[in-house]
């Protein structure tokens, strides 16, 4: 887990990364403190980038893929950040040449996370001691609700291009979907493949995805922009990722800040709320307004028929007038709270937009270290500002070696780039 901040005016971004990472071995987590997140694409451009998430791709280190794409063509420019990322994504998909195998793999692991919490509540029924019968109800109707909410994602493979993939895919999928308890419940097993199938066709990320975060300036660009993914891997050699987000700093539109990975204590910050309190909150007025409407109805109404009927209309007045209320609370929180932070940030210099960064990344590591979750923030916070005149300028950063004994490192940054000058590319 980690804590990310992109802050971006006209003049700069501002990218924050913690360095904690967490490991699960054997049901057991370590955390370690050490873990780049934060990188320059460019030696010589200014264009940066950010993971969060998964640490890897297909089987290979962030660290690794995004330093190999900077080392193998130095010189690379492109007119536009959304140029650059565009460009990155078909790296990820052709500096190694995976075989068939991995992407079954990945197809699988898709398969599974989408299982998952069906597979939890099957559990959780097991314990109940509900029967049979009612162990299936209960089950179909979580499963219909999973399909229903991944038939509304557009399609990543169409059905077609599914079935082209052809029988070791299928099998692996529908092997995930069959093995173990759905035996002993045939019926729930036509389900459960649409449903493993599904995982794989549409665009929605795995709970194991990778984020990947795309920041500065293009060749021909005087402004910066932002531009983040969610990214899950190749299947069929394709890249199956989700445009997560995306900025595009305008004269009129000045800019934003933009947390990544644990939001929460970036938005109590920004708000002065806590977006869980704020959802609960959200369900306990309207459960308490959709009450007392009633309860006002039924001391007029003496016939329990009569308000029966009532109900529908009661129920619609209430959503009309909790959704009119709580659409005015975000206002407010919005024009009183977060506005006047993003106004300021917009005219930060270079210096203080690195230090705002810095500070809401802090904000959540020590909310972790105080409190009785897990530390998964945490550790020295890399600090790097983009802008078009000075480039990408680290402001913060850590190193596992000390670079006074390590001339031969510092020395050799910029031999890729020499090497491509030298060769009149």
């Known amino acids: 887990m980690t804590a990310e ?251 934003a800040i933009v947390p990544f990975a644990q939001t929460d204590m970036v938005h109590r910050f920004m708000e002065g709320i806590d977006p869980d309190y704020a959802v609960q909150l959200q369900d306990n007025i309207h459960a308490l307004l959709l009450k007392n409407t009633i309860d006002v109805a039924s001391a007029f109404v003496t016939d329990h028929e009569q308000l029966e009927a009532m109900l529908p209309a009661l129920e619609t007045a209430t959503d009309a007038a909790f959704d009119a209320f709580w659409e005015a609370d975000k206002t407010t929180r919005k024009e009183r709270f977060a506005q006047p932070i993003i106004d300021m940030a917009m005219s930060l210099p270079k210096d203080e937009l690195a230090n705002l960064a810095e500070s809401l990344v802090s904000l959540t590591s020590l909310q972790r270290r105080v409190s009785r979750e897990i530390e998964t923030v945490g550790g020295a916070i890399d600090v790097a500002v983009i802008s078009k005149g000075d480039g990408f300028v680290w402001v913060k950063r850590k190193h596992y070696f000390n670079p006074d004994r390590n001339l031969r490192f510092v020395n050799g940054y910029f031999s890729e780039y020499a090497a491509a000058n030298s060769d009149g590319e």
């Open 5 to 255: 901040i992109a802050v971006i005016n006209k003049s700069a971004v501002a990218l924050a990364a913690d360095s904690k990472v967490t490991l699960s071995i054997e049901g057991r987590q370590k955390t370690y403190d050490t873990v780049n997140k934060l990188f320059s694409l460019s030696k010589t451009e200014p264009v940066g980038a950010m993971i969060y998430g998964n640490a890897e791709f297909m089987g290979f280190p962030w660290e690794t893929v995004l330093k190999e794409y900077r080392r193998r063509n130095p010189r690379k420019k492109f007119d536009t950040i959304f140029a650059w990322a565009d460009d990155l994504l078909s790296f990820l998909t052709t500096f190694f040449n995976f075989p068939p195998s991995d992407s079954i793999d990945l197809a699988k692991r898709l398969a599974q996370s989408a299982l998952a919490e069906v597979v939890s509540r099957y559990f959780e029924f097991s314990r109940a001691n509900l029967s049979d019968e009612d162990t299936i109800e209960q089950l179909e109707a979580e499963i219909d609700l999973h399909i229903s909410d991944l038939e509304t994602y557009p399609d990543f493979l169409t059905e077609e291009e599914w079935i082209k993939l052809g029988a070791d895919y299928h099998d692996a999928v529908e092997q995930v979907a069959t093995a173990g308890w759905p035996q002993q419940h045939a019926a729930l097993i036509p389900e459960l493949k649409q449903l493993a199938v599904l995982a794989v066709r549409k665009s929605r990320p795995s709970p194991a995805h990778s984020g990947l975060v795309v920041a500065g300036f293009g060749e021909k660009e005087l402004l910066p922009s932002l531009i983040c993914f969610d990214v899950d891997g190749i299947i069929g050699g394709r890249l199956k990722h989700v445009v997560s987000g995306r900025i595009d700093v305008t004269r009129k539109n000045q800019g």
